[in-house]
C-alpha cells in the first residue's frame, strides 16, 4: 500500500520527487527473503564486450534461534540465464535436484566463495564491488538462494555495453528507438499543429471533441518526446534525469485523453447529440479511474526493481486494466451502431442514418483492428524477431498510433459539408 501511494505522489508531484527514481541501474533490497531465486533486472541484450558491476553492502545472513547454521557459499550466487531457455529454468527449479547455480546452462557471475565476497560475509570490508565480462546475448540476471535460508543485501546492479570505450547502458535493440521517438515526434507535432489549424479554419462547424482530439495529439508528441529524453540520457548516464517523471505525467494525461475520445466519438457527443446518457458516463466512470491505477502500476513497474515481491503482480495489473479498458470503449461504438440501425429503417431519412451507420461500423472495425495491433501483435513481433531489432516493435507501435489518429481526424474532421458532423434538432434524441 505504501510503495502505491509513493509511485502516486511520484505522477503527481513530478520534479519534487525526483529522487525516487533510479533508472537503469538496478537498487535492490533484500530483507530476510528467503526465495531460492530471486529476479534481479529485465532481458538485456549484451553486444561484444559487455559488462556486469554488481555492488553488495549489508549483508547479513539469518537462522534459527539455538541452531547451528552451517552455510555453504558455494550455493549463493548471482547468473545469467537466457531469454529463451526461461521455461527450461522454471522445469529445473520443479525437479530441485540439484542448486541452480551448478547447472550445466547457467552463466554463473560469481558465487559467494569469492575472496572478496568473504570479506564482506566476515565483515572484514564493508562492501563488495566486481565487474564481469559477459558474452553476447540477451539475458535475464538472477540471485540464487539454493538453501532457502533468509537473506539480506542490499545491491547495485549497472548492466551496460561499451561503446568505443563508453558506457552504453541501452540494451542492444534499444540504442535506435531515440531515432525512432524523435522521427515520431515531429510526425505528431505535424499532425497536431495541422489539426489545430484546420479547426481553427473550420472554427463555426467544429465542436468540443475536436478540441479534445487536438488535445490527445499534443500529449501523445510530449509522450513521445519524454520518451527520446530518457533514451538519450540513460543511454549515456543510466539515469532517466527527470525525462521519465515528464513521462509518467504525459502518458496519464494521454491515457485518460485518449480513451476520453474514443467513448465520446462513439457516442456522438457533441457533433450528433449535446449530451452524455446514463450508459455512456457509467463507461467514462469505469475508464477514467482504471487508467489511474493503470498509470500507479506503470510507475511501479518502471521505477522498481523486478526483485520486489508484487512486482510481477502490478505488471499484471497493467496488463488486464489495460485490457478491461480496451474492451470498455467499444460498448458506446456498438450501442451507437444498433441505434443507427433502427433509426434507419424507422424514420424518413433512411440514407443518411446509413451513412452514419457506415462511418460508425468503419470507426468500430479501426478500434478493434488497432487494440489487436498493438496489443497482440505488437507482442509477438517483439517476442520473435531478434533481440537486436526489437525496437521494430516499437517503431510498429507508434506508426499503427499515428496512422489511427491519421484515419479518425479525417474521418471525423469538421467540414460543412460531412454528412456525419451536421447536429440536427431532430436527432438529439438518437
Known sequence: MKLAVLSLLCVVLGPSLLHCVNAKI????????????????????????????IKMSNYNLYHPFDQELKVDNSHFGFFLWP??????LEQDLMDGSECILKHAGTSSVFNFTEPGMQKLISKEAPEFKQAYSVSPGLFYLYFANCDGQPISFTSIIELY??????????????????????????LFT?????WSWFVWRERQHAHRVHILMGALCYFKALTVLSQAGMNHYIERTGHADGWNIAYYIFTFCRGILFFTVVVLIGTGWSYMKPFLGDKEKRILLVVVPLQVFANIAIVITEEESPSVI?????RDVFHLVDIICCCAILFPIVWSIKHLRE????????ARNLEKLTLFRQFYIMVVVYIYFTRIVVYLLKSTVQYEYSWTSEGAEQLATLAFYVWTAVRFRPQSNNPYLRLDASEIEL
Request: hydrophobic share 40%; net charge negative.
Open 343 to 350: 433509426a434507419s429503417q424507422t424514420d424518413g431519412k433512411a
Open 83 to 88: 531469454v529463451e531457455a526461461d521455461a527450461a
Open 190 to 194: 505535424a499532425i497536431a499543429v495541422a
Open 310 to 314: 508484487d512486482w510481477f503482480t502490478w
Open 161 to 186: 555495453n561499451n561503446k568505443d570505450g563508453v558506457k552504453d547502458y541501452l540494451s542492444v535493440g534499444e540504442t535506435e528507438l531515440e531515432t525512432v521517438y524523435w522521427v515520431m515526434f515531429a
Open 26 to 53: 538496478h537498487y535492490t533490497r533484500l530483507d530476510k527473503d528467503d526465495r531460492k531465486l530471486v529476479p534481479l533486472t529485465e532481458a538485456f541484450g549484451f553486444s561484444e564486450g559487455g559488462t556486469i558491476s
